[in-house]
């Protein structure tokens, strides 16, 4: 079952108080997000299409993708994190 929207705010709200920005990708054009994760040290995304943006990341950037659901993972999507 995907994050409720108590879970998201939850998590968002967590990360906010340790530091990070809050982005909405989606709302973003993709060469803002892509500059977004170019600069950033540190990257905390669900596990989705979100999370492939970090290809654009540099190396040496942290991190931290977070399951949205509590089954399994579809084998495809996890191919393409490892790429």
């Known amino acids: 079952m995907p994050f409720s929207e108590k879970q ?9 108080a340790k530091g990070y920005t809050v982005v909405a990708p989606e709302t973003l054009p993709l060469a803002e997000q892509i500059s977004i994760l170019k600069e950033a040290k540190e990257v905390v995304a669900t596990i989705g299409s979100i999370s492939h943006l970090a290809i654009f990341c540099n190396a040496g950037t942290k991190l931290t993708l977070l399951c949205r659901v509590d089954d399994d993972t579809l084998p495809p999507q996890c191919l393409v994190n490892q790429a």
Do not use: A, G, L, S
């Open 8 to 16: 998201r705010e939850y998590f968002e709200e967590y990360y906010k």
